[in-house]
């Protein structure tokens, strides 16, 4: 699967770039935000309900050819997934759900393909840093957090993915984005009692930012 991906990912690549061009011979720098919609996915996982969160941080466009750009970021991504769904009718004054909140510092580093004046394609390795793990029995109110020790925790505090996505960038800075992070790693730790459950993140992102 992971062959198939970047193998289309380079096709395309290809096949699409060859008449685009970037709107910029500058270097930009700019600031973006957005929405996540994250889970965790592998053979040993079930079907999990997604974590609604979201991401922000910083941005450049470092020019390589009039249609090719690298695109390093630096963002914070709320990640994790629902850990249980409550019944409607519970007893407990609690949220719908209970949320295992994982959260990163991540740095994509990009390749940026442009296909018309405007719309990109990019791809590239993403690190991720674990910032904060805690179990939420309100993930839409304050309280209810169960912090997570870093030291009994069974999750790394590194981890790799694979980034896809595409935008949109208007004349004047603007830009409007989508894009696919599917963990290339287990997130659980060796040498625990889950060192050998197949997990890895993945994370959906929607967003807007601009560049300056």
């Known amino acids: 699967m992971k062959k198939i991906i970047l193998i ?3 096709t395309f690549f290809t096949l699409f770039t060859l008449n685009a061009q970037s709107d910029s011979k500058a270097v930009q720098v700019g600031a973006k935000g957005g929405v996540n919609f994250s889970n965790i996915n592998g053979d040993d996982i079930g079907d999990n309900k997604s974590r ?33 769904e409550q019944d409607q009718d519970n007893v407990f004054d609690t949220d719908d759900n209970i949320e295992y909140q994982l959260d ?3 740095v994509p580093l990009l390749i940026k393909a442009y296909l018309v004046k405007g719309l990109s394609v990019e791809a590239g390795p993403q690190f991720g840093f674990k910032i904060n793990e805690e179990i939420d029995f309100q993930p839409n109110s304050d309280g ?3 912090d997570i020790n870093r030291d009994d ?4 505090n590194f981890d790799t993915s694979l980034a896809l996505g595409s935008s949109y960038k208007f004349d ?3 830009f409007v984005n989508a894009r696919y992070t599917l963990g290339l790693t287990n997130i659980f730790k060796e040498d625990t009692v889950l ?6 993140n993945n994370v959906w992102q929607f967003g807007i930012g601009f560049m300056f």
Not at 153 to 156: D, E, N, T
Not at 195 to 200: L, Q, S, W
Request: net charge negative; glycine share 10%.
């Open 8 to 10: 289309t990912t380079a």
């Open 52 to 84: 609604t969160s979201f991401n922000v941080g910083l941005v450049a466009e470092i020019p390589l050819s009039e249609r090719i750009s690298f695109q390093p970021e630096l963002l914070y991504s709320g990640q994790g997934f629902d850990l249980k």
């Open 104 to 106: 990163y510092i991540q």
């Open 144 to 146: 209810g957090d169960l």
């Open 153 to 156: 925790s069974y999750v790394k």
């Open 172 to 174: 004047g800075g603007f």
């Open 195 to 200: 060192e050998n459950v197949d997990a890895k």
